[in-house]
């Protein structure tokens, strides 16, 4: 139930704002969280920035955040490369905050397919050029050469419309070579166990919120918590017809679900004191 939620974890892009301009309820949202003694995070397949560049971002909203807030998919496909290929040269197609995030975590990249390159990695990577996607297709015909990739989201909300994601990049990748990358961020519900672990919270109290069913909505499910869906991003209401992911919660915007726990919490008490 939405009163005993305490950990809320937000999608970004399409949620609480989409480039550079946040929706109006979302910093009252935020605050009213902290104001109940909850904490949010920020489960983001964005993998264009690092955990440090959101904190910027939302210091530029005047959101004050610490970094631990953000799980975002290129920091969970660092945790599983840290896991996996310590030591071993991984070939990046990802922008230069996402190589600076791999390598923070002790990782080898390269930027010349070699003889030993152990794995592809690719992200939301808005510094593609031919070069690279020539030399991931060059790795990606050995097949005893891995393939990870940050998000499977194919194409990214902008103020006009869409633009290819990592999930595109894939797609381009995989009908030149028929291969396809084992995915860390949404929906896989690493990334919500990783804010779970955090916080040390229970399954009932954790709350995910998001503009698209097959990875915010899927992602939730697949970690067996509540899911809040609302319709500022992807997601319009006819497609809750045909899905299988059913979200728990619907909010035509982050505002109305703001409304909802200020009556559950606020209200409520003034009624009561
Ligand atoms: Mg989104």
Redesign the pocket.
């Known amino acids: 139930m939405l009163k005993y939620k305490k950990y809320f974890l937000f999608?970004?892009?399409?949620?609480l704002g989409v480039d550079d301009i946040l929706y109006e309820g979302s910093r009252e949202l935020l605050g009213l969280i902290e104001r109940i003694g909850g904490r949010s995070f920020f489960i983001?397949?964005?993998s264009t920035k690092s955990r440090k560049d959101y904190v910027e971002k939302f210091k530029g909203w005047g959101l004050d955040t610490d970094e631990e807030q953000f799980m975002t998919a290129s920091y969970a496909a660092c945790m599983y490369l840290k896991k996996h290929y310590e030591g071993r040269k991984l070939f990046v197609v990802g922008t230069p905050s996402f190589e600076e995030e791999l390598k923070s975590f002790g990782l080898l990249t390269v930027d010349r397919a070699q003889p030993d390159t152990a794995c592809v990695v690719v992200g939301f990577d808005r510094t593609l050029d031919y070069r690279k996607i020539e030399e991931a297709c060059r790795l990606l015909f050995r097949p005893e050469v891995d393939y990870v990739a940050t998000n499977p989201?194919l194409r990214?909300?902008v103020s006009f419309g869409f633009i290819p994601d990592c999930g595109g990049i894939c797609e381009m990748l995989r009908v030149t070579t028929g291969r396809t990358p084992c995915f860390a961020g949404k929906p896989d519900k690493g990334i919500v166990t990783l804010c779970m672990d955090q916080a040390e919270a229970e399954k009932d109290e954790v709350l995910v919120v998001?503009?698209?069913l097959y990875?915010?909505i899927a992602c939730g499910m697949n970690a067996g918590v509540e899911t809040a869906l609302v319709y500022t991003?992807?997601a319009k209401p006819g497609d809750l017809e045909d899905t299988e992911y059913k979200p728990d919660y619907v909010y035509n915007t982050i505002e109305e679900l703001y409304q909802e726990l200020y009556r559950l919490h606020v209200r409520k008490g003034e009624g009561q004191g």
């Open positions: 999608d970004i892009d399409g949620t983001t397949n964005n989201d990214c909300p998001g503009d698209r990875t915010d991003g992807e």
